[in-house]
């Protein structure tokens, strides 16, 4: 069974960075497109970025041009760089595989953030 091991989150204020991860318990990896989503309270899940497996790159557009979505497939993991960071940003943010809207397995536990103003 594939375990999403999110991490990284924390308490910022207005303005401030942090750096998610996702581990990712899966042999084959390095060709699945990924995804970080996340969730705000009373709200539902949305896609945030994701990556594909040859390193292309796409973001909402209420994160672009401040967040950075990467991975290294050599550590089955895939990080979200996360700067400028706004109250708004707040959510619990899962990582997930496969396409945009269409996550390969179940979610994780997630990783709580939540920025102060």
């Known amino acids: 069974q594939v375990q999403l091991v999110e991490s990284g989150g924390g308490l910022v204020q207005a303005g401030g960075s942090l750096r998610l991860y996702c581990v990712v318990s899966v042999s084959f990896f390095s060709i699945v497109n990924m995804g970080w989503y996340r969730q705000a309270p009373g709200k539902q899940r949305e896609l945030v970025a994701t990556i594909t497996s040859g390193g292309t790159t796409n973001y909402a557009d209420s994160v672009k041009g401040r967040f950075t979505i990467s991975r290294d497939n050599a550590k089955n993991t895939v990080y979200l760089q996360m700067n400028s960071l706004k109250p708004e940003d707040t959510a619990v943010y899962y990582c997930?595989?496969?396409?945009?809207?269409?996550?390969?397995?179940?979610w994780g536990q997630g990783t709580q953030v939540t920025v102060s103003s």
């Open positions: 997930n595989g496969g396409d945009p809207g269409f996550p390969l397995w179940a």
